[in-house]
């Protein structure tokens, strides 16, 4: 079974627009009204490769009442906390040339209690249930600093040790977790997440990405990496070894949520005891298989299954 958590969730608005005019009345229309949160999407993902998935977090006010009314639409399970506090709106503007802008709510600051309770029922889980990998996901509301994701680890670490830790964040807050020494199991970042982390320019060349992480003594003291690298494929660090992953040309209609959708086929794999070799395949052919469909954070099963032995991978070392 597998368990995300995403803290700091949204509901995100797609509008479309000629063209933004900056300090004007703009007129747009709405595209996209859904559920926003890496943790999510992952979930989505894995319970439709069939892994029982249990997905947790804080909502509240409206906004909570509509990711409750679109969770049920899904497979996976909710353990929600409702915070009574307003979950926050992320925007997205994209114009007739593709120009896309966010305007993203950072989240309300929640009272310390909830963030205990989420303990409290996460360490039941651990106990309870057979969780053989969790996701820690995306960012965090004002007053909750990376601290609360150590805790989470060092809570999973000492009531479940088996079991995998994923890291998908980004930022300061990845930034600051590398500085300890609370790792988790996985991190995934994409091309220009690990860019801004080692502060080099983007850079695809898996060879090239390779030879950065290695001389990166934080990067390498975590287990497993995925580098998404979209069009151009994923490099995987798994432990000392390095593979690259290539998909055949696809016709893509929509890349929003593919690096989440590669969480999720990272968790249904290892629910699944895959090796890394199968692991690789699930995370390219989800991110991949979501890239091909409209909706964010979804997934055709029968297209995956199709993806999964086109992916070639080459072991670098």
Do not use: W
Request: charged share 25%.
């Amino acid at each position: 079974m597998i368990i995300t958590i995403t803290i700091n969730p949204s509901v995100d608005r797609l509008y479309h627009i000629n063209k933004l005019k900056p300090g004007s009345l703009n007129r747009v229309d709405l595209k996209k009204h859904m559920v926003g949160g890496k943790g999510f999407n992952a979930g989505r993902v894995s319970s439709l490769l069939g892994s029982k998935t249990i997905v947790s977090g804080f909502i509240g006010g409206e906004n909570g009442k509509f990711i409750e009314h679109e969770a049920k639409q899904d497979l996976y399970e909710t353990l929600f906390i409702n915070t009574k506090k307003e979950t926050r709106n992320c925007l997205q503007i994209i114009d007739d040339q593709g120009t896309k802008t966010e305007i993203n709510e950072n989240g309300l600051a929640i009272d310390p209690h909830y963030y205990e309770e989420l303990m409290i029922d996460l360490k039941k889980l651990l106990i309870n249930k057979k969780i053989t990998a969790i996701s820690l996901n995306g960012s965090l509301p004002k007053g909750c600093s990376y601290q609360y994701y150590l805790e989470l680890i060092q809570l999973i670490r000492k009531t479940k040790p088996n079991c995998y830790i994923i890291l998908d964040t980004s930022g300061n807050i990845l930034n600051q977790i590398l500085d300890t020494d609370i790792l988790p199991d996985i991190i995934k970042p994409n091309e220009h997440e690990i860019a801004e982390y080692l502060n080099k320019p983007v850079v695809t060349d898996p060879l090239e990405l390779m030879h950065y992480i290695e001389k990166n003594t934080k990067l390498n003291a975590v287990p497993i990496i995925f580098v998404s690298l979209g069009a151009k494929g994923c490099l995987v660090k798994y432990h000392n070894n390095y593979y690259y992953a290539i998909q055949k040309p696809v016709e893509a209609v929509n890349s929003e949520g593919s690096g989440d959708s590669m969480v999720g086929g990272i968790l249904s794999a290892l629910d699944k005891n895959s090796d890394i070799t199968k692991t690789i395949q699930y995370a390219c052919a989800a991110g991949t298989a979501n890239a091909m469909n409209i909706k964010t954070g979804f997934i055709d099963k029968k297209i995956f299954e199709e993806l999964v032995p086109d992916i070639k991978i080459e072991k670098l070392k």
